[in-house]
């Protein structure tokens, strides 16, 4: 049996279609792309969407809580890529393992 439904594999793939367009050095909230998918309260599904991708091709890294902080890092191959990928970029931080939410900050809406 598949692990999850159809609605589930078609929601983690808009929100796969979001992740895509978050540009190099911005990051967004699961809250952000479940509301922008209509689906407000559902950023828990969000973030199963995305320890389903990470490893893949998709920008997992640019996705934090609503309060910047890497909450996704266990899911990738050790505890600091997320945040050495976001400083790569030339992503800042406020405090450790939480990025500056108010200078990187993007919002679904301003997809191309």
């Known amino acids: 049996m598949d692990k999850h439904s159809n609605l589930e594999k078609s929601f983690f793939e808009r929100v796969w279609a979001v992740v895509e367009e978050i ?20 950023a828990r599904i969000v973030g199963w969407a995305l320890k389903d991708a990470v490893g893949g091709d998709l920008p997992c890294h640019r996705v ?18 997320m945040e050495e ?24 809406e301003e997809m191309r």
């Open 85 to 108: 990928r976001l400083r790569s970029e030339g992503v800042t931080f406020v405090a450790e393992d939480q990025v500056d939410l108010d200078a990187h900050r993007w919002r679904p």
């Open 23 to 42: 540009p190099v050095g911005r990051v967004t909230t699961y809250g952000d792309i479940a509301e922008h998918l209509g689906r407000r309260g559902a």
């Open 64 to 81: 934090v809580n609503r309060n910047g902080v890497l909450t996704g890092r266990r899911h990738f191959e050790a505890p600091h890529v």
